[in-house]
């Protein structure tokens, strides 16, 4: 069982806007460390989408951006487009149990 | 271009052994610290191990510790996994990843990942 809680799914129409939580602890989250975001498309490995809270790397378009506030962070689509329909997972890292954690999954639907 | 290269896997009886390799290219090897993520059919991904780029620092999952060793071999840019004493429980796809961050490995993510190799743990 994950530390860290998401939704387990979430939709939304072409163009909207959608977010995902994580709800963390006084051990990760809360605690200061990092949360990082992934997206994973069916068979394919995770890909990092959003790292050190709010940062996109390379190639990862504007409509994705992140942010965090005391033991939660958040993950917001905008404009959302099918292809964005894949697994989200955000990560962190415990202090209790001294390694890296990642949430429970969120599955983004399009309409 | 970044990519890593994950081999190693396969089927094994409970309490056996696998040990897998991540070949990494396209980038200073050992710069980075390297970890194993794993996933379970149908399941969030789980850390697994991590270790620094001189090969000195070493993280462990409490899932796994006492069963599992992290190696790398910096002239050969491979990562390795030793794994003993296997369940059922570790079935699962075992992926590589390249870690990022500057300053405390507390809050580094993974920023590059192997395509997966899969272990898996039965009679």
């Known amino acids: 069982q994950s530390v860290l809680t998401q939704p387990p799914s979430v939709s939304g129409a072409p163009g909207q806007r959608v977010t995902i939580s994580c709800t963390g602890s006084s051990s990760n989250i809360g605690a200061g460390y990092d949360v990082h975001w992934y997206r994973q498309l069916p068979g394919t490995a995770p890909k990092l989408l959003i790292y050190?809270?709010?940062n996109r790397p390379s190639g990862v378009p504007d409509r994705f951006s992140g942010s965090k506030s005391g033991t939660s962070a958040s993950l917001a689509i905008t404009g959302l487009q099918a292809e964005d329909e894949a697994d989200y997972h955000c990560?962190?890292?415990?202090?209790?149990?001294?390694?890296?954690?990642f949430g429970t999954g969120t599955k983004v639907t399009v309409l | 271009e970044v990519q890593l290269l994950d081999s190693g896997g396969g089927f094994v009886q409970p309490g056996g052994s696998l040990r897998l390799s991540c070949a990494a290219s396209g980038f200073p090897f050992n710069n980075n610290a390297m970890s194993w993520v794993r996933q379970a059919p149908g399941k969030g991904p789980e850390w697994v191990s991590t270790?620094?780029?001189?090969?000195?620092?070493?993280f462990y999952a409490d899932s796994v510790k006492g069963r599992f060793t992290i190696s790398r071999d910096n002239s050969k840019n491979t990562v390795y996994l030793q794994m003993n004493s296997l369940r059922a429980e570790d079935t699962a796809l075992y992926y590589c990843?390249?870690?990022?961050?500057?300053?405390?490995?507390?809050?580094?993510?993974?920023?590059?990942w192997g395509q997966g190799t899969l272990a898996t743990v039965s009679t």
């Open positions: 990843a390249r870690n990022r961050g500057s300053g405390s490995y507390y809050n580094y993510c993974f920023d590059t």
């Open positions: 270790i620094g780029g001189s090969g000195s620092s070493v």
């Open positions: 050190g809270n709010t």
């Open positions: 990560q962190s890292y415990d202090s209790s149990l001294s390694g890296y954690v």
